[in-house]
């Protein structure tokens, strides 16, 4: 007798409910319908295994002929990346202090947020299109992409950031009798200006990342051999950008990390 | 006051200037500051820019949107519909697929639950390499291996999303409070138990907060991947370009710009009520 009510007490604390199972059945069954929907079948599979070998096969050994090409795109790459950080960091400090609800007038954080949420709202592939056609192929178009995407990123950010800070220091400064610019200087930005630095970290490691993709547009970079290698069926060549690619963004964080830590002391 | 203690001739006091960072903090603060100077400048003068495209590109923004102006709203009907609906299958299922993939790598990868030192760095070179490579990378790479279309697509964004699922989960159980765990431990239990009812309730939250912040990411990425072929969206947004119909691309921007919100405010309203 008494077994049982203590296995019925376990049971209790961990039984799935009903709603849960309902909704792994319906994830079940979605799963299986998009996956037909979609064109997903086994023999594709084993198909895409053989040629998956093939492919893997073709890129090796890694073309090593072609390190102008490769040097070039991603010199241009990090130029981008460089530079859309910090014209983003730049635009995104003055947009970000806008867009806090708590330091200013409602209509001026609603234009602010407004514009920060559209520069959010499509990818930089998208935007680096749109780019494209404005201001033609090139590096420029990449560069205006991740300003945008910047903007989107940290401005958010930043603002979220501004809004969570807290009132007492503000008070004490205003107490003094500061002006507003005194009062942002001093009572606001020391203390968000840790995270602002961690936001922007990321977002030079996000840009890094994205300025080698913004190339298969046309928009400047290592993006575009790239695509173009892959068109071509280089494999080989495909494996060595993609090694040096994997081995920027890889030494690109680290480096990032470690300027986190530098200024975040 | 600090012209004070400075013109006071008894050196004693001139020590005890406080000072926030020591020289080595300093030096390698400036040392940052310089280097990002230089690759500021050097990035500047050595960045191939056409200046007469930028002078152009006011009319050129205005052009285009003249373009785009008739918004061609039947299109939607015949060509965007469908991919819109098929980029939502390829976000959902692969941030699922990525799920069953990348938690067995996140429980490798945790140093308390997995105490095998070369698992826990198979586990992190799997995730770090997984992140490394852009999502769209890993569509061009799929569209070699399975043939364009959706299922390249949704292969791409399952393991552009294990690195990420597989890395937060991890880290989110190195963070767990040991109590239940080592009472389970204390219990007897074994390791399957140990995660069903030590690590999992503790997890359940960041978990599925982790599960929307990457289908909200998904759904923006798999908009793009058609562009490299990879089904979805991107396509109808590829093929309207290519043949320069404009009113069409615009059809396409709003609807990706309708569904990006539309997930986000699902998202956002999911959060609220579940977590």
């Known amino acids: 007798m008494l077994s049982t009510t203590s296995a019925q007490r376990v049971s209790t604390a961990f039984r799935v409910d009903l709603w849960t199972r309902v909704l792994v059945l319906l994830l079940f069954v979605y799963v299986i319908y998009a996956a037909s929907q979609i064109g997903f079948s086994w023999e594709r599979f084993v198909s895409g295994l053989d040629n998956g070998a093939r492919f893997l096969k073709r890129m090796f050994p890694p073309d090593l002929s072609k390190m102008d090409i490769l040097w070039k795109g991603i010199s241009e790459s990090l130029q981008i990346a460089v530079l859309a950080s910090v014209a983003g960091i730049l635009i995104s400090l003055p947009l970000g202090l806008m867009g806090a609800r708590n330091l200013m007038p409602a209509w001026l954080s609603w234009t602010a947020r ?15 299109i749109l780019f494209v056609k404005a201001v033609g192929f090139g590096a420029l178009a990449g560069t205006l992409a991740l300003v945008v995407a910047s903007i989107g990123f940290i401005g958010k950010l930043f603002a979220d950031a501004i809004e ?14 500061a002006p507003f610019p005194n009062l942002v200087l001093f009572g606001v930005l020391p203390q968000v200006l840790s995270r602002f630095i961690g936001f922007s970290t990321y977002q030079l490691d996000s840009n890094l990342r994205n300025s080698t993709m913004v190339g298969i547009v046309g928009a400047g970079g290592i ?43 | 006051m600090s012209d004070a203690i400075l013109a006071h001739p008894d050196g004693l006091l001139q020590q005890r200037i406080w000072q926030r960072h020591t020289t080595a903090q300093r030096l390698v603060r400036f040392a940052i500051w310089l280097v990002i100077a230089l690759a500021i400048v050097q990035s500047l003068r050595t960045i191939e820019v056409i200046p007469e495209f930028l002078y152009d590109a006011p009319e050129q923004m205005g052009d285009m949107l003249q373009r785009m102006w008739p918004i061609d709203w039947p299109y939607y009907a015949v060509g965007v519909h469908a991919a819109l609906v098929e980029t939502m299958h390829i976000a959902t ?42 999502s769209l990378v890993w569509a061009l790479l799929f569209v070699a291996v399975f043939g364009p279309g959706a299922v390249a697509g949704t292969l791409a964004i399952a393991f552009r999303s294990i690195g990420f699922v597989g890395k937060l989960v991890g880290e989110a159980i190195e963070e767990m409070p040991r109590g239940p765990i080592e009472a389970l431990q204390a219990a007897g239990a074994s390791k399957a138990s140990e995660i069903r009812y030590g690590y999992w309730p503790q997890l359940k939250p960041a978990f599925w907060s982790i599960v929307l912040l990457r289908w909200d990411i998904n759904v923006r990425e798999s908009a793009v991947l058609g562009i490299v072929g990879a089904g979805g969206i991107g396509m109808a947004l590829d093929t309207s370009l290519n043949l320069f119909q404009w009113g069409r691309v615009a059809v396409v921007l709003i609807a990706i710009f309708a569904i990006v919100i539309v997930i986000e405010v699902v998202v956002t309203q999911v959060r609220r009520r579940v977590l």
């Open chain 1, 114 to 128: 407004t514009l920060i949420a559209i520069c959010r709202s499509l990818h930089p592939v998208i935007m680096a």
């Open chain 1, 164 to 177: 969570e800070i807290s009132e007492k220091q503000v008070e004490a400064i205003r107490a003094t009798g």
């Open chain 1, 223 to 265: 993006g575009g051999p790239l695509f173009s290698a892959f068109q071509r069926f280089d494999y080989s060549f495909v494996f060595t950008i993609l090694v040096t690619i994997i081995m920027i963004i890889v030494v690109g964080e680290l480096l990032a990390n470690y300027v986190k830590k530098v200024f975040y002391v």
């Open chain 2, 93 to 134: 299922l692969g941030t699922l697929l990525a799920i069953v993939l990348g938690i067995p790598f996140g429980l490798l990868v945790a140093g308390n639950l997995t105490r095998n030192k070369a698992l826990n760095f198979i586990a992190r070179v799997v995730l770090v390499s997984s992140r490394s490579v852009n």
